[in-house]
């Protein structure tokens, strides 16, 4: 037998399983510990705040039947995710477990049905902010490397990889779920383990940097041309031109901004644009005497939905959210 799921039924699911079972402290006294909802098995998630912006979720649980989730495109932040006991697989022949663990980057996510089996599940996730890649795993200018930014797809699609555990990732993924400590102590070694998890699964795609050939040096007329097109972009938020209309006012073709752009500041320049944009988003919510809508319209938002969704992409807390001072996207 297969349940077949829509988000807005897995959604029910857990409010009325919050609702029943509200989530408690986790183990060793750390982070909050949530049971599954009883209409899909047994089991619980354990989600623990690493690092500010950076997240552990730590699952045990067993499906009662075969599940089908049918997962609607999305803006999804970047997730790195292990089982070391159960099969998740999607309809474009993607896998995670027996095996294989997935990077799943920051960006639009497509839709997409996966498949759980009648079995149990023994593994973790993590959630990290883009930003964060820049301060952990930065390059000699102190930006997110080259080789690693198409993780951070901004309103692109997103890329997903599905890299083969090998034996160390395994065993990190295995001392971090039987973590033997409490508290202060437990949250310094996941830290460490954490981190670890990811350099191990970025490793292999660094060490391609230097197989790889240098990007075109830009000539310092351009350079001044592309520093310009920023200039224009933070000076009109609410209503920005298009890339062309850009390229032009500038005096380089759009070609040569949209591979310029990311060189100079590590990012397109719809992605710098969307983030300049959001940052003062928050800034204007923050300061608590206006609306949703009316910062929205500000930064050149029609659609609250939208705005929403890439605000929550960003912050990881809804724009009403931020205006009412909350400070975590935890149970949100």
Same mark, same amino acid.
């Given at each position: 037998?297969?349940?077949?799921l829509?988000?807005t039924?897995y959604?029910?699911?857990w409010?009325?399983?919050n609702?029943?079972?509200?989530?408690k402290?986790g183990?060793?006294s750390?982070?909050?510990?949530?049971?599954?909802?009883?209409?899909?098995g047994?089991?619980y998630?354990?989600?623990i705040?690493?690092?500010?912006?950076?997240?552990?979720?730590?699952?045990d649980?067993?499906?009662?039947?075969?599940?089908?989730?049918?997962?609607p495109?999305?803006?999804?932040?970047?997730h790195?995710?292990?089982?070391?006991?159960?099969?998740?697989?999607?309809?474009?022949?993607?896998?995670?477990?027996?095996?294989?663990?997935c990077?799943?980057?920051?960006?639009?996510?497509p839709?997409?049905?996966?498949?759980?089996?009648?079995?149990?599940?023994?593994? +973790? @996730?993590?959630?990290? =902010?883009?930003?964060? /890649? $820049?301060?952990?795993?930065?390059d000699?200018?102190?930006?997110?490397?080259?080789?690693?930014?198409f993780l951070?797809?901004?309103n692109?699609?997103?890329?997903?990889?599905?890299?083969?555990?090998t034996?160390?990732?395994q065993?990190?993924?295995q001392?971090?779920?039987s973590?033997?400590?409490?508290?202060?102590?437990?949250?310094?070694?996941?830290?460490?383990?954490?981190?670890?998890?990811?350099?191990?699964?970025?490793?292999?795609?660094?060490?391609?940097?230097d197989?790889?050939p240098?990007?075109?040096r830009?000539?310092?007329?351009?350079?001044?041309?592309?520093?310009?097109?920023?200039?224009?972009?933070?000076?009109? +938020? @609410?209503?920005?031109p =298009?890339?062309?209309? /850009? $390229?032009?006012?500038?005096?380089?073709?759009?070609?040569?901004?949209k591979?310029?752009?990311?060189?100079?500041?590590?990012?397109?320049?719809?992605?710098y644009?969307t983030?300049?944009?959001m940052?003062?988003?928050?800034?204007?919510?923050?300061q608590?005497?206006?609306?949703?809508?009316e910062?929205?319209?500000k930064?050149?938002?029609?659609?609250?939905?939208?705005f929403a969704?890439?605000f929550?992409r960003?912050?990881?807390?809804l724009?009403?959210?931020c205006?009412?001072?909350?400070?975590?996207f935890?149970?949100?």
């Open positions: 037998m297969t349940i077949k829509k988000i039924d959604q029910e699911f409010a009325e399983a609702q029943n079972n509200p989530p402290p183990l060793n750390l982070g909050i510990i949530q049971e599954i909802p009883r209409q899909l047994t089991g998630v354990q989600t705040e690493v690092y500010p912006h950076l997240w552990l979720s730590i699952l649980n067993e499906y009662h039947d075969n599940v089908l989730f049918q997962i495109e999305w803006h999804h932040s970047l790195f995710s292990f089982l070391l006991a159960g099969t998740i697989t999607t309809q474009h022949g993607g896998q995670l477990g027996g095996g294989y663990s990077i799943s980057g920051s960006g639009v996510q839709k997409m049905n996966l498949n759980f089996t009648k079995s149990r599940y023994l593994g +973790l @996730e993590v959630h990290i =902010s883009p930003d964060l /890649l $820049a301060t952990f795993f930065p000699e200018t102190g930006e997110i490397p080259q080789l690693l930014r951070t797809k901004g692109d699609w997103q890329t997903l990889l599905y890299p083969e555990i034996t160390a990732v065993g990190v993924v001392q971090i779920i973590c033997p400590y409490r508290e202060t102590m437990k949250r310094m070694y996941l830290q460490t383990k954490v981190l670890e998890l990811i350099r191990l699964q970025l490793f292999p795609i660094l060490a391609e940097q197989q790889l240098e990007s075109p830009l000539k310092p007329d351009t350079i001044n041309r592309i520093h310009h097109a920023r200039e224009i972009l933070l000076a009109s +938020l @609410e209503n920005p =298009s890339l062309l209309e /850009l $390229a032009q006012i500038v005096g380089v073709s759009d070609r040569t901004l591979r310029g752009f990311p060189q100079l500041f590590g990012t397109t320049v719809l992605s644009l983030d300049k944009r940052n003062l988003a928050q800034q204007l919510l923050c608590g005497n206006t609306t949703v809508a910062v929205a319209n930064i050149g938002y029609s659609n609250l939905g939208h969704a890439v929550k960003k912050f990881g807390i724009p009403s959210q205006l009412a001072g909350t400070k975590s935890l149970g949100s």
